[in-house]
Structures are given as structure tokens and as C-alpha cells.
């Protein structure tokens, strides 16, 4: 297990501290850690290609794709991946990683929008590549495009263009692009767990990376997990590489250079960035057509929907009932999974997507969002300040794999604040399935006014025998009446979750903060619950 004082870097730290991040280190401690757990194992094992960062060897940061055949990556053990490919030699990380080097690693389902991180070492072995794990942690799905992936047998790769500043084809490129992956690093206490590279994903509307002219680049830094590992590193090293996919050819657009934070920028283009990173180019390879994978937007052919019903449900929360407007039914989904949306918002150049846990019965007839406002949240402050009844939203298909695991098996449901939605919506599905399963509803609030979607969570409980659950208040109100309002004062803590009895089948579903899940799913592993039986979705500013 990684020491606590180990997790973050001196940069990471003083990233952390100028954002009022507070005490990260211990808030996670048990959530980063130096092995897989088995459905991390399994979700690398599950993928098409990983997203890789590095150094060159003359200490030049870059980001590539490894892509293999089906089942290309196996874990033969929790600290380890096997990768049955090799790169490329026009790959400008080639010679690093033949000769092994430190990486950070990206695992991503872009249909799904999961992703995984991790740093270690990459090195060869056999006929393939391994890596060797240091530090890895979950991640959550905030401004990831979700698109499916196909494979091209034919494919035919071009030669490498190398330069030292963008041509206006790669200028076009970025400004058309949605996605984009970051990889830093830094090695000032070699050995150490915090040591070493990250790589990491960003994602905007079309055109959210802003170019200022042949070398230079600002990013948008968005609000994200409050872990700070890319602008930390860029603290300790200021050198990065940046990877652009041309998702329909699958060719790659790298980029190395190096950075300056800009902590309070004057002129982004996205009100909702809360820091820049202006990029000065050193060098550019742009390698068409390198990747045999391809992927299609899921966002192509969104369907309007109607604002039916606006609900107060808390102090923070309001709920939105959304109808298709050809009154046509509704896509189906099931419980757990989450419903991308777009929304005009005034004073933004483009629609502002974002994606919310669906909250409602996965038998009603409509969508049911419910959303925290977030005092920095763009679309957080539209909802709740001035979206009507009557206006219309544009929503893609539901999707996502946080998902009720098993037919029959005990469940715990656990959450804490907005996490409850997809939550409640697990909790109709188990009621309308008419079973015996045993069910434990476990929310934490932090008092009365504070404890969204109250009556109906109770409502199903009290018709169903099966169905139970445990309310914590953690600074209830004088008013609030223990029994009445709420079962125990305080959070949840992992103990009481075991002392529930729920068994040794039972599987745990979470959601809530990132701090929150580290302590339960520690503690709950600790406790003796197999890795592969809890599961957990993160949200809010918190997540990145």
C-alpha cells in the first residue's frame, strides 16, 4: 500500500494548496494505490489500445496510442500488464520504450466514457511489452466524447511529417478537435510512488484547445479530481507532450513543448475554465493513418427533448422531467446509467454537453435528471437558475456500465450527497423486478434540508419487505429528529456497511466524492469484501 505522505509530489502539493483543494493526501488515502483491483485488471484487458506518455531521451515528453489485436493486453498479476504488441518505429517515444522507461498510463473506453490512470514502467518482454505498476487510481467520465470504435484490416500507413511548428493542416486539425491527451512528469525523488510520468485525457467542445499562432497553444484546465497531477508536474517540469487523434483516419498529431500556468487567465473562451496552460512548441510528428482503429461520434443525431416538470428537490438539487418532443417513446436504459445532454447556454459560442446520472424508474415513460448546483458549474447554474418548463434540451442515447452486477445477489446501495441518483433509480429497478433479493439503501446527507428525493426513496422502501435502508445525517439540524429524519448521525463509515450482514455474495454499489469512495472502498476491502464485488462511480467538481 502507498504511504500517505508519498501519493503527491511537492508540485501536486503547492497545485493543490494555491486551489484550496485542502488536505488531498489523507481525503484519498486507500483510493490510489500500488495495484489493480480485479475490475481494473479486467477493464485493461477489456480495451483496444492504451494511451502511453513518456520521455525521449533527450527528456522531451510525448503521448502515443499502443493498439493490438483482440485481447492484445492480459494482466498476468495485480501489479502487472502484458501488452502482446509492439511500436512503431516512426513512434516518437520508439526508442524509450524499447529500452524501457517510466510511463503514465491511460486506459479509456471512450463508448462507455471509463478510464483508469496509472504510472510505472514500461519495458520489454518476450515478444511483447510490460509494465510494471507504481501508483494507480479510477477515474470519472467528465468531458469525454463517448464514441465506438471499429478496426480497419486494410490500413496503410504514411510517412511521418516532422517539424518544429504546426502547418496549417495540423493548425485545422486542432481547431476542429474535441479530445485531446496530455502527458508530464517529473522525477525529483526518484523511486518514490508520486515519482514518475501521467498521462491524461481532455475534452471540450470543438475548437476548446485555442491556437495562437504556428507554436503556440492555451489549454483549458476545467475543474477536475483536485489531485493536480498534470498541472504538478508542470510545476516540477514545465516540458509536456500533447497527442491529437484524428478519430475517422486514425492518424496522430504529437507534440512536445513546454507550459506556463496561467492561475487566473483574462481571456479563455470557456468561462468555466478556472486555469490555462499556454504550450510553446518545440516539435511536431504527425503520422497518418498510424492507428488501424476508428471511431464514430455517439453524439451524431441527438434527440430534443422537452423540459416537463422542474422539481426543488433539496437546498442544492432540482430535478427535471424530460419527454421526447416527437412523442415518440423514449430510448430505454438501465438503472445506474447516465444520459449525455446538450444545452444552450447564453453567453457560451457552442452547446455546452454534459452528462448526469438518470435519477427515475427505468419504467417511466420519461427522463428524470437530478442536478447539484455547483457555485463554478456552467451547467449546473443553468439548470437550476434558468431552464424552464418548456424548453428544450438535446440528449444523446443513455449509456454507461455502472450497472446492477447480478440477477440475484444481495445489494448495498451506497451514496453520498447527489450521488443518490443513480442510486434511486437502482432502488426502482430492484422494487419493480418483484424479487426477494435483500437491498440496504445506505445515503448520507448532511441534514433535512440537505436530503433530496426524501419521500419517494421512503415510499419504496415501505412497500416492499426486501428493501432497506440507513439514512446518515453528518451535521443534522436542531429540527432533525433522530428515527424520524434520519437513522444515525455522522457519515457513513465501512464498518457499519459490514455490520449490515448483508453476506458474502452481497455486491456494493457506490457513489459519491472521490474522498468518500477511497474511505468505503478501502475499508470495505479491508473488511474482507472481495475487490471485484464493490463498484463505484464518481461525481461533481471533484472528478475530473
Known sequence: MIKQQDIFHAGELAAQKRAGAGDMASLVAGFIRDYMPQQHRDFHSSLPFLVISAADEEGRPWVTFLEGAEGFVTSPDERTLALATEISPADPLASAINGGTDIGMLGIELATRRRNRLSGFIHPDGKGLAIDIRQTFGNCPQYIREREWHRVTDNTHGDPIIGDRLSQGQIAQI??????????????????????????????????????????????????????????????????????????????????????????????????????????????????????????????????????????????????????????????????????????????????????????????????????????????????????????????????????????????????GVGITPMLSMLHAVAADQSDRPVWFVHGARDSDHHALRNEVDKLIDAHQNLRKVIHYSQPLKSDNKGIDFDLPGRIMPEGLIGLGAGPDAHYMLCGPAAFLAKIQSGLEEGGVPGDQIHFETFGPSSQ
Open 175 to 416: 481547431q476542429s478537435a474535441d479530445t485531446m491527451f496530455i502527458g508530464t512528469g517529473q522525477q525529483a525523488n526518484a523511486g518514490e510512488a508520486s515519482s514518475g510520468y501521467d498521462a491524461s485525457h481532455r475534452g471540450g467542445e470543438r475548437g476548446f484547445v485555442q491556437i495562437v499562432d504556428e507554436l503556440h497553444l492555451r489549454i483549458p484546465d476545467y475543474a477536475g479530481n483536485n489531485f493536480f497531477n498534470t498541472i504538478g508536474n508542470l510545476i516540477e517540469n514545465p516540458r509536456l507532450g500533447l497527442l491529437f487523434i484524428d478519430f475517422e483516419s486514425g492518424s496522430m498529431l504529437h507534440i512536445t513543448g513546454t507550459a506556463v500556468i496561467d492561475w487566473e487567465p483574462e481571456n479563455a473562451l470557456d468561462p468555466a475554465a478556472r486555469r490555462m496552460i499556454d504550450v510553446t512548441i518545440d516539435a511536431v510528428v504527425e503520422r497518418p493513418s498510424a492507428l488501424a482503429l476508428r471511431w464514430q461520434s455517439q453524439t451524431v443525431g441527438t434527440r430534443s427533448l422537452v423540459v416537463a416538470k422542474k422539481t426543488v428537490e433539496s437546498a442544492d438539487i432540482t430535478s427535471l422531467h424530460l419527454y421526447p418532443a416527437d412523442r415518440l417513446p423514449r430510448d430505454n436504459f438501465e438503472a445506474g446509467q447516465h444520459l449525455p445532454v446538450e444545452m444552450n447556454i447564453p453567453g457560451t459560442p457552442h452547446r455546452v454537453r454534459r452528462s448526469y446520472s438518470l435519477s427515475g424508474s427505468p419504467t417511466d415513460d420519461f427522463y428524470r435528471l437530478s442536478i447539484k448546483r455547483e457555485s463554478h458549474g456552467l451547467a449546473s447554474r443553468h439548470v437550476h437558475d434558468t431552464l424552464e418548463v418548456g424548453d428544450i434540451v438535446e440528449a444523446g442515447r443513455p449509456s454507461g456500465d455502472f450497472v446492477i452486477p447480478c440477477a440475484a445477489c444481495p445489494l448495498v446501495l451506497i451514496s453520498a
